[in-house]
């Protein structure tokens, strides 16, 4: 007897719900949504900033394949309300998928804010991709790129790990507020701008606290991601004067391995980095050049090692005197500190940090001619 | 002619009045005037020429043989005799009653099964007449274990059922728990075994199955020899076969006829097929009404360009089509051939194709809504795909209110009640849930036949 | 079936087994790291540390109820503290059990409500949910426990989701081990985080049932080992992919987790974590509502399965009380601190059961 009161119970309750629903709530159905792909955010003053979403358009009757809209606001959901009233639909943030900052805000305001507003909240995805942008966000929305028809894709894809931008760090909202939070890291977020009808990556944009420092570039970028242990780098172009005159070549890595150690002290600190890299030469120009026929490549890989362990030490030591550890190279003493860890900490270490750098280069092949 | 006789052949008359196909034979033979009583509508010319005619003229001592005395006064069991095919032979002159077994109604012949065929192995299916049936399956179990008991259920009717077991295998309680249920039953007519089924379920209210149904014999021998009890009625093709389990009715007895990886694969296919077909559209309403981030990006741009064009919120559309289809499947049912197929491709084309281009439904929705009806009618036991028919609204229900959380709800529900079910006394969900180690070797994967000896725990047989 | 006073034994090894297993993992789980966080990175070693303390918690229990094999706990107190003190202990039981049912099913809801169906209010869920709980519920203590296997096997792929994390995580954050810094601290996970865990002290009420009385300590402890190692696995992989400030400020930390993962077909898999979360919460809550139930069956002498309705009635108007977030989050929480007194509570029974025992033999 229970059981079947407590069925008919749910089915009654189910059909009523089905039926109350359709008038009193109001779920608003796919096709009257509208998903913002792109959110970019300007400096105006202190507390000011402009808001800029970009939502494509399904429709193939639309005369342009991205909507955007534009306000000016104090606070983020404060904006989103107001674009409400621009726009016919109601905007969600449920497939969001690339964060922009100016520079200038990056510089002058305070972008944890923000993204620690969208990483509250619950419907953003922890996987969007953050970049900074020289000029204004706004204007790179807007433009009319002509052969990539929509900014959502475009930008969303530019800044998708691939192998030719290796040295791009693909921040994410999560990867960020980790490495903001974690004192042991210093935050990094690729860094693109307008260039004619393209949007191009810059660089590397290296953070000090909760503002941005300075613009890095590729190169250097490439050795935060090959000490963050990045298996698969970029096309390594190189310009050596090792003896033999100048000599460039480019070397396609295939594969990086890396090992860090310390001494583990406080008061002397060492860090011993060491690189496996294997490539492959594809081009070389130079005095050497019949080291494709001699097969003379272990004196060339020697050389290679050499010229990379130089520029590898030279651009940490900046970034120790600039007091910034983006690749989390004070982890390796946190490990064996006891008591907290804090961003004082880190900076002491990065001071007095000595490195020494061993790099093992093996050309794995050179082409298919011998 | 005495005056007994006259009443006893006036009393038959009487009770038999406006039966019109009664016959009353009168004939004169080496013992004195015999009167034949026997329905025309049951007995075929030929048989009562050579069993009562032939005898009769020429060696009556024969009739003495095989035929039985029954009491003069007796009027029930004369009639029950009567109405079961048997011919009364009335001596006068000793005012005996005898009477011989001379069923012999037209039944079909042996043929294959439409609804459960294969590709190899045998052929042939159960017919209506209970003879046939159980010869079907004795030839199969040459043993003089096989027990056959007959019993009759239906207040009216007196229809004939049959329940067949192994002695030396079979569980002794579970035979006594089905005879006692089938004694209790007061029902008055039976068309077909399925009506008697749910009589004798542990759990009638539920919409799932709970024995297996089957018309072919090889099926049902393999059953028997496991250890099940079967039943099979008079005038009705199927058998049922007590007790069984939730995955036995995603098996098909071809699986054993094919390897063990094809039969192991298609086994999978079924079942995940089940849950599959019952989660598609549930699915496809709770990612755009409610939770519309599960989905990638460019899948949702092409959807929100499906659904722009159609007026109806998910849930209304998903309960439109679905009862376009379950409309489609009854009326190509119910139609006769010759009207059906084009009647089907109005159907089909017309309802699917224009339904689209008037922009009524979207066409996602409809390759979802197909893929789901056809994965409906994987599990080879017809009554499980209509059971799943049935459950599929409750989950579309509960999605269109509550989304994906709607949806395992629902899910805990199905699990909830398939545990609770029993079948015969053992439990439904077993070999997964009191867990059996043995019988998973024949559950969703069937492992090669050399290790499937042993008998399933399901039917609770006697240990040797 | 079994909602009578029938004391046939029905749950085997497996049963138990999973009984326990299932009613330690909540809601609770998913905020462990949350709880933990005043540990910082070092609060990997913490969920084996409850599972210590649970193993030693949970010998007096089982001793206590091998000694009467028949009663269940509401009966001992009864039989050991006279008919009067034991109803109220009983009461007080049953109280609790209700505000934790409670608690459970309202963070639940407000969870997905969260995330899941922003646009609704928890009243709708939370009915539905009561109703299939109460469907569960009268299917006794073996349905429970059969439920319970089936769930643990299917929601146990929901490890897998966690790889990605465990990729983008630094195994380094393990390192200095226990490293925290004052008792305080240390004090205040222990007492946060033991919560999370309870459950096993329901072996108490249903050990009438246990076929194999003898093993059933060996066979719980194995429910609880296993649910201990699945909150290890979490906790320590929250370890590797939170920076501290997160582990602190993250509430469930366990969903984050999966946030951090995506298939080609389907992105988010932290909505499916969620929605598929109720599949153990109904394992948790079904078997405290099946104590309540018997503790009520207890206390008024009389089985019935109407007891059963009335108290998810309450339930359900515990959980919709028009009262503060606060408010609410302090009433369950000092709720709970009433399950501290459930487990040392076999102590002092024991210690009652040995003193009539003395008794009678100086008798």
Same mark, same amino acid.
């Given at each position: 007897?229970?059981?079947?009161?407590?069925?008919?119970?749910?089915?009654?309750?189910?059909?009523?719900?089905?039926?109350?629903?359709?008038?009193?709530?109001?779920?608003?159905?796919?096709?009257?949504?509208?998903?913002?792909g792109?959110?970019?955010?300007?400096?105006?003053?202190?507390?000011?900033?402009?808001?800029?979403?970009?939502?494509?358009?399904?429709?193939?009757?639309?005369?342009?394949?991205?909507?955007?809209?534009?306000?000016?606001?104090?606070?983020?959901?404060?904006?989103?309300?107001?674009?409400?009233?621009?726009?016919?639909?109601?905007?969600?943030?449920?497939q969001?998928?690339?964060?922009l900052?100016?520079?200038?805000?990056?510089?002058?305001g305070n972008?944890?804010?923000?993204?620690?507003?969208?990483?509250?909240?619950?419907?953003?995805?922890?996987?969007?991709?953050?970049?900074?942008?020289?000029?204004?966000?706004?204007?790179?929305?807007?433009?009319?790129?002509?052969?990539?028809?929509?900014?959502?894709?475009?930008?969303?894809?530019?800044?998708?790990?691939?192998?030719?931008?290796?040295?791009?760090?693909?921040?994410?909202?999560?990867?960020?507020?980790?490495?903001?939070?974690?004192?042991?890291?210093?935050?990094?977020?690729?860094?693109?701008?307008?260039?004619?009808?393209?949007?191009?990556?810059?660089?590397?944009?290296?953070?000090?606290?909760?503002?941005?420092?300075?613009?890095?570039?590729?190169?250097?970028?490439?050795?935060?991601?090959?000490?963050?242990?990045?298996?698969?780098?970029?096309?390594?172009s190189?310009?050596?004067?090792?003896?033999?005159?100048?000599?460039?070549?480019?070397?396609?890595?295939?594969?990086?391995?890396?090992?860090?150690?310390?001494?583990?002290?406080?008061?002397?600190?060492?860090?011993?980095?060491?690189?496996?890299?294997?490539?492959?030469l594809?081009?070389?120009?130079?005095?050497?050049?019949?080291?494709?026929?001699?097969?003379?490549?272990?004196?060339?890989?020697?050389?290679?090692?050499?010229?990379?362990?130089?520029?590898?030490?030279?651009?940490?030591?900046?970034?120790?005197?600039?007091?910034?550890?983006?690749?989390?190279?004070?982890?390796?003493?946190r490990?064996?500190?006891?008591?907290?860890?804090?961003?004082?900490?880190?900076?002491?270490?990065?001071?007095?940090?000595?490195?020494?750098?061993?790099?093992?280069?093996?050309?794995?092949s050179?082409?298919?001619?011998? | 002619?005495?005056?007994?006789?006259?009443?006893?052949?006036?009393?038959?008359?009487?009770?038999?009045?406006?039966?019109?196909?009664?016959?009353?034979?009168?004939?004169?033979?080496?013992?004195?005037?015999?009167?034949?009583?026997?329905?025309?509508?049951?007995?075929?010319?030929?048989?009562l020429?050579?069993?009562?005619?032939?005898?009769?003229?020429?060696?009556?001592?024969?009739?003495f043989?095989?035929?039985?005395?029954?009491?003069?006064?007796?009027?029930?069991?004369?009639?029950?005799?009567?109405?079961?095919?048997?011919?009364?032979?009335?001596?006068?002159?000793?005012?005996?009653?005898?009477?011989?077994?001379?069923?012999?109604?037209p039944?079909?012949?042996?043929?294959?099964?439409?609804?459960?065929?294969?590709?190899?192995?045998?052929?042939?299916?159960?017919?209506?007449?209970?003879?046939?049936?159980?010869?079907?399956?004795?030839?199969?179990?040459?043993?003089?274990?096989?027990?056959?008991?007959?019993?009759?259920?239906?207040?009216?009717?007196?229809?004939?059922?049959?329940?067949?077991?192994?002695?030396?295998?079979?569980?002794?309680?579970?035979?006594?728990?089905l005879?006692?249920?089938?004694?209790?039953?007061?029902?008055?007519?039976?068309?077909?075994i399925?009506?008697?089924?749910?009589?004798?379920?542990?759990?009638?209210?539920?919409?799932?199955?709970?024995?297996?149904?089957?018309?072919?014999?090889?099926?049902?021998?393999q059953?028997?020899?496991?250890g099940?009890?079967?039943?099979?009625?008079d005038?009705?093709?199927?058998?049922i076969?007590?007790?069984?389990?939730?995955?036995?009715?995603?098996?098909?007895?071809?699986?054993?006829?094919?390897r063990?990886?094809?039969?192991?694969?298609?086994?999978?296919?079924?079942?995940?097929?089940?849950?599959?077909?019952?989660?598609?559209?549930?699915?496809?309403?709770?990612?755009?009404?409610?939770?519309?981030?599960?989905?990638?990006?460019?899948?949702?741009?092409?959807?929100?360009?499906?659904?722009?064009?159609?007026?109806?919120?998910?849930?209304?559309?998903?309960?439109?089509?679905?009862?376009?289809?379950?409309?489609?499947?009854?009326?190509?049912?119910?139609?006769?051939?010759?009207?059906?197929?084009?009647?089907?491709?109005?159907?089909?084309?017309?309802?699917?194709?224009?339904?689209?281009?008037?922009?009524?439904?979207?066409?996602?929705?409809?390759?979802l809504?197909?893929?789901?009806a056809?994965?409906?009618?994987?599990?080879p036991?017809?009554?499980?795909?209509?059971t799943?028919?049935?459950?599929?609204?409750?989950?579309?229900?509960?999605a269109?209110?509550?989304?994906?959380?709607?949806?395992?709800?629902?899910?805990?529900?199905?699990?909830?009640?398939?545990?609770?079910?029993?079948?015969?006394?053992?439990?439904?969900?077993?070999?997964?849930?009191?867990?059996?180690?043995?019988?998973?070797?024949d559950?969703?994967?069937?492992f090669?036949?050399?290790?499937?000896?042993?008998?399933?725990?399901?039917?609770?047989?006697?240990?040797? | 079936?079994?909602t009578?006073?029938?004391?046939?034994?029905?749950?085997?090894?497996?049963?138990?087994?999973?009984?326990?297993q299932?009613?330690?993992?909540?809601?609770?789980?998913?905020?462990l790291?949350?709880?933990?966080?005043?540990?910082?990175?070092?609060?990997?070693?913490?969920?084996?540390?409850?599972?210590?303390?649970?193993?030693?918690?949970?010998?007096?229990?089982?001793?206590?109820?091998?000694?009467?094999?028949?009663?269940?706990?509401?009966?001992?107190?009864?039989?050991?503290?006279?008919?009067?003190i034991?109803?109220?202990?009983?009461?007080?039981?049953?109280?609790?059990?209700?505000?934790?049912?409670?608690?459970?099913?309202?963070?639940?809801?407000?969870?997905?409500?969260?995330?899941?169906?922003?646009?609704?209010?928890?009243?709708?869920?939370?009915?539905?949910?009561?109703?299939?709980?109460?469907?569960?519920?009268?299917?006794?203590?073996?349905?429970?426990?059969?439920?319970?296997?089936?769930?643990?096997?299917?929601?146990f792929?929901?490890?897998?989701?966690?790889?990605?994390?465990?990729?983008?995580?630094?195994?380094?954050?393990?390192?200095?081990?226990?490293?925290?810094?004052?008792?305080?601290?240390?004090?205040?996970?222990?007492?946060k985080?033991?919560?999370?865990?309870l459950?096993?002290?329901?072996?108490?009420?249903?050990?009438?049932?246990?076929?194999?009385?003898?093993?059933?300590? /060996?066979?719980?402890?194995? %429910? @609880?080992?296993?649910?201990?190692? !699945?909150? +290890?696995? &979490?906790? $320590?992989?929250?370890?590797?992919?939170?920076?501290?400030?997160?582990?602190?400020?993250?509430?469930?930390?366990?969903?984050?987790?999966?946030?951090?993962?995506?298939?080609?077909?389907?992105? /988010?898999?932290?909505?499916? %974590? @969620?929605?598929?979360?109720?599949? !153990?919460? +109904?394992? &948790?809550? $079904?078997?405290?509502?099946?104590?309540?139930?018997?503790?009520?069956?207890?206390l008024i002498?009389?089985?019935?399965?109407v007891?059963?309705?009335?108290?998810?009635?309450?339930?359900?108007?515990?959980?919709?009380?028009?009262?503060?977030?606060?408010?609410?989050?302090?009433? +369950?929480?000092?709720a709970?601190?009433?399950?501290?007194?459930?487990?040392?509570?076999?102590?002092?029974?024991?210690?009652?059961?040995?003193?009539?025992?003395?008794?009678?033999?100086?008798?």
């Open positions: 007897m229970s059981r079947k009161v407590l069925c008919l119970m749910l089915f009654l309750q189910l059909f009523l719900l089905v039926a109350c629903s359709s008038h009193k709530e109001k779920n608003v159905p796919l096709e009257d949504v509208g998903m913002v792109i959110i970019a955010f300007d400096y105006i003053d202190k507390d000011n900033m402009k808001l800029t979403v970009a939502i494509p358009q399904y429709s193939p009757d639309a005369q342009r394949s991205t909507q955007t809209f534009s306000v000016v606001t104090e606070l983020v959901s404060n904006g989103v309300v107001e674009i409400e009233k621009l726009s016919d639909k109601k905007i969600v943030f449920n969001l998928r690339v964060v900052f100016n520079e200038e805000f990056t510089r002058e972008i944890r804010k923000v993204i620690e507003h969208l990483y509250r909240r619950a419907e953003v995805g922890n996987n969007v991709l953050i970049a900074v942008v020289k000029e204004k966000g706004e204007d790179m929305l807007k433009y009319n790129y002509p052969d990539k028809p929509n900014i959502n894709f475009y930008l969303n894809d530019l800044l998708q790990p691939s192998i030719n931008t290796a040295f791009n760090p693909n921040t994410t909202i999560r990867d960020f507020m980790y490495t903001i939070t974690n004192p042991v890291y210093d935050p990094v977020i690729p860094f693109i701008d307008k260039n004619s009808d393209k949007i191009e990556m810059k660089g590397v944009a290296l953070f000090k606290g909760d503002q941005m420092l300075e613009l890095i570039d590729p190169k250097e970028a490439l050795v935060i991601q090959a000490i963050q242990g990045r298996k698969n780098l970029a096309p390594l190189m310009r050596m004067e090792q003896g033999h005159g100048v000599e460039k070549l480019l070397i396609d890595l295939v594969q990086n391995d890396v090992q860090i150690k310390s001494n583990k002290s406080m008061t002397s600190p060492k860090l011993t980095l060491s690189f496996e890299i294997k490539g492959t594809v081009e070389y120009k130079g005095e050497r050049s019949h080291v494709f026929t001699t097969g003379k490549l272990a004196d060339l890989e020697k050389d290679v090692s050499k010229e990379l362990e130089q520029d590898i030490k030279k651009f940490l030591y900046k970034l120790n005197e600039l007091q910034v550890d983006p690749s989390g190279l004070s982890e390796y003493f490990m064996y500190y006891r008591g907290k860890w804090s961003r004082e900490k880190k900076r002491e270490i990065l001071d007095k940090l000595e490195i020494d750098v061993h790099v093992k280069t093996s050309i794995i050179t082409g298919t001619l011998k | 002619m005495e005056e007994k006789e006259q009443q006893v052949i006036d009393n038959i008359k009487q009770q038999t009045q406006d039966i019109d196909d009664v016959v009353f034979k009168k004939m004169a033979t080496d013992a004195g005037v015999v009167t034949i009583i026997y329905f025309s509508s049951l007995i075929e010319k030929m048989t020429q050579t069993m009562v005619f032939i005898p009769l003229t020429n060696h009556i001592n024969q009739i043989q095989v035929s039985e005395t029954i009491d003069l006064q007796d009027m029930d069991v004369i009639l029950q005799k009567l109405n079961a095919g048997q011919s009364l032979l009335f001596f006068h002159k000793p005012a005996l009653l005898q009477v011989i077994d001379t069923y012999s109604a039944t079909r012949s042996i043929t294959n099964t439409e609804t459960e065929s294969t590709v190899i192995g045998p052929q042939d299916a159960f017919t209506e007449s209970l003879e046939t049936n159980i010869s079907l399956l004795k030839r199969r179990i040459q043993n003089p274990m096989l027990k056959n008991e007959i019993l009759t259920v239906g207040t009216e009717t007196n229809i004939k059922i049959a329940m067949l077991y192994m002695d030396n295998i079979v569980n002794k309680e579970n035979l006594d728990l005879r006692k249920r089938i004694d209790e039953i007061q029902y008055p007519f039976f068309s077909d399925s009506e008697l089924k749910q009589l004798i379920e542990d759990n009638p209210l539920s919409p799932f199955p709970q024995y297996y149904m089957s018309v072919r014999p090889d099926s049902v021998s059953y028997l020899v496991d099940r009890i079967v039943l099979i009625m005038n009705s093709q199927a058998a076969v007590c007790p069984t389990s939730f995955f036995e009715m995603f098996v098909s007895v071809e699986d054993y006829y094919n063990w990886t094809t039969a192991s694969l298609l086994r999978m296919l079924r079942f995940f097929g089940f849950f599959l077909t019952i989660m598609i559209t549930p699915m496809y309403i709770s990612a755009l009404t409610f939770q519309t981030e599960i989905l990638p990006y460019e899948l949702l741009l092409n959807l929100q360009e499906s659904r722009s064009k159609v007026p109806f919120p998910p849930l209304i559309e998903v309960l439109f089509i679905e009862l376009i289809i379950e409309i489609l499947r009854e009326a190509g049912s119910r139609m006769p051939a010759k009207v059906g197929q084009t009647i089907g491709i109005v159907g089909g084309i017309v309802i699917g194709t224009a339904a689209v281009e008037a922009g009524l439904l979207s066409n996602i929705l409809i390759v809504v197909a893929t789901s056809l994965l409906s009618f994987l599990p036991i017809f009554l499980l795909s209509n799943s028919r049935f459950v599929r609204y409750i989950f579309i229900l509960s269109g209110v509550f989304g994906l959380y709607g949806l395992m709800l629902a899910f805990s529900w199905l699990f909830a009640h398939l545990l609770r079910l029993n079948s015969l006394g053992t439990p439904y969900m077993t070999p997964i849930v009191p867990r059996n180690a043995r019988d998973l070797f559950s969703i994967i069937r090669p036949t050399k290790y499937l000896n042993a008998k399933k725990g399901i039917s609770r047989a006697q240990k040797k | 079936m079994s009578g006073q029938s004391k046939r034994k029905i749950l085997n090894a497996y049963h138990v087994i999973f009984l326990t299932s009613t330690m993992i909540g809601v609770g789980v998913l905020s790291p949350q709880q933990l966080s005043s540990l910082g990175y070092s609060q990997a070693f913490m969920p084996l540390l409850f599972g210590v303390i649970a193993s030693i918690t949970l010998y007096p229990m089982i001793w206590i109820n091998s000694k009467y094999p028949n009663e269940n706990l509401f009966r001992i107190n009864e039989i050991l503290l006279g008919k009067w034991g109803k109220f202990v009983n009461l007080l039981f049953i109280i609790q059990f209700i505000f934790f049912i409670a608690g459970v099913i309202n963070s639940y809801m407000h969870l997905i409500q969260s995330t899941a169906l922003q646009e609704k209010t928890i009243t709708g869920p939370v009915l539905c949910f009561l109703l299939l709980l109460v469907y569960i519920v009268t299917g006794g203590i073996k349905l429970i426990a059969r439920f319970s296997m089936l769930i643990f096997f299917i929601t792929g929901m490890v897998y989701f966690t790889h990605w994390a465990f990729e983008k995580g630094d195994i380094t954050h393990f390192l200095p081990l226990f490293n925290f810094y004052s008792a305080n601290d240390f004090y205040d996970a222990l007492k985080g033991y919560l999370s865990i459950g096993y002290e329901l072996i108490m009420f249903y050990f009438p049932y246990i076929v194999d009385q003898k093993k059933a300590y /060996r066979h719980s402890l194995i %429910g @609880i080992w296993i649910s201990i190692l !699945l909150c +290890f696995i &979490t906790t $320590a992989i929250s370890v590797m992919y939170f920076s501290e400030w997160q582990l602190r400020n993250v509430e469930f930390s366990i969903l984050n987790l999966f946030k951090a993962g995506e298939f080609s077909f389907l992105e /988010r898999i932290d909505i499916f %974590g @969620i929605t598929l979360w109720v599949f !153990l919460i +109904f394992s &948790t809550v $079904a078997t405290y509502l099946w104590c309540a139930k018997k503790g009520v069956d207890s002498s009389k089985s019935s399965n007891h059963l309705y009335i108290l998810a009635a309450i339930i359900f108007f515990v959980v919709k009380l028009p009262s503060s977030r606060a408010f609410q989050e302090t009433l +369950f929480t000092s709970n601190y009433v399950a501290y007194m459930l487990i040392f509570w076999p102590i002092i029974l024991i210690l009652v059961h040995l003193l009539r025992k003395k008794k009678q033999v100086q008798l």
